[in-house]
């Protein structure tokens, strides 16, 4: 079973997206939104965890919020895919489930 | 018998605040969160303007995902809100240009004060938290 889990939270400021990693099944596909977008950028503190999080789910960004945060696509880790609205309707559709992790 | 005249309206300039002795304190502004995620951000800087009008030695200090609302290049089109970033760049005529970032947040986010829209005075936590005690009134965010 597929799921789609998003998560709106900065990794600076909350758990939701350890806990959501510690839980999510590897082929599991992330979805980062809101201020979740801030984990996809290179050179922080968690890049880490996120390179290490590629190896067993898809990652995507939301890409109005990535900009709204004036942060350029550019500096994404390597292997995260954005997303417009669109798309995360499309990523909804195509997933049996979608846990948010707030 | 006779009304004495009403007195005369105060002149304009009753209110300067050089007429007698005035009150400044320190305040410091706390910003530690995150733009457009929650309210906190947008909110802080309508009390920041609010008070600068007040005449007070202001400071603002942004500390863990509050240096995310410095951030240049915002741009809030696709997510229709209101980008208040441009904002910041106004506070300095308002009196207030003591804005302060804390250097460990900075660098834990991959960011530099290059990265940031308006000059700040980047501090490292120690010299940051001296600047905390110093205050008399500190506002959190």
């Not at chain 2, 603002?60 to 997510?79: C, E, H, N, R, S």
Request: hydrophobic residues 45%; contains cysteine.
């Amino acid at each position: 079973m597929a799921v789609l889990h998003t998560v709106n939270k900065s990794p600076f400021e909350r758990d939701s997206l350890a806990t959501c990693l510690r839980l999510a099944r590897p082929g599991s596909t992330l979805l980062l939104i809101e201020d979740g977008i801030y984990a996809a950028l290179r050179g922080t503190a968690v890049e880490e965890t996120l390179c290490a999080a590629l190896g067993s789910h898809e990652i995507r960004v939301l890409e109005p919020d990535l900009l709204a945060r004036g942060m350029d696509p550019a500096g994404l880790i390597e292997g995260i895919e954005r997303v417009d609205y669109g798309g995360f309707v499309d990523l909804a559709a195509a997933h049996d489930s979608v846990q948010a992790w707030l | 018998m006779s009304k004495a005249p009403p007195p005369p309206p105060p002149p304009p300039d009753d209110f300067d605040d050089d007429e007698g002795p005035e009150i400044v304190k320190r305040f410091l502004y706390v910003n530690r969160r995150a733009p457009y995620g929650s309210i906190y951000a947008l909110e802080a800087l309508e009390v920041v303007l609010i008070g600068a009008a007040f005449d007070q030695d202001v400071s603002v200090a942004f500390i863990g995902d509050g240096v995310y609302q410095l951030k240049k290049g915002q741009d809030t089109a696709g997510v229709e809100m209101k980008n208040f970033s441009p904002t910041y760049r106004a506070l300095e005529m308002y009196d207030v240009e003591k804005l302060y970032v804390e250097r460990e947040s900075l660098v834990a986010r991959g960011l530099t004060a290059e990265d940031l829209i308006v000059p700040v005075e980047v501090l490292d936590s120690d010299a940051l938290g001296a600047v905390m005690e110093q205050q008399d009134v500190v506002l959190s965010f």
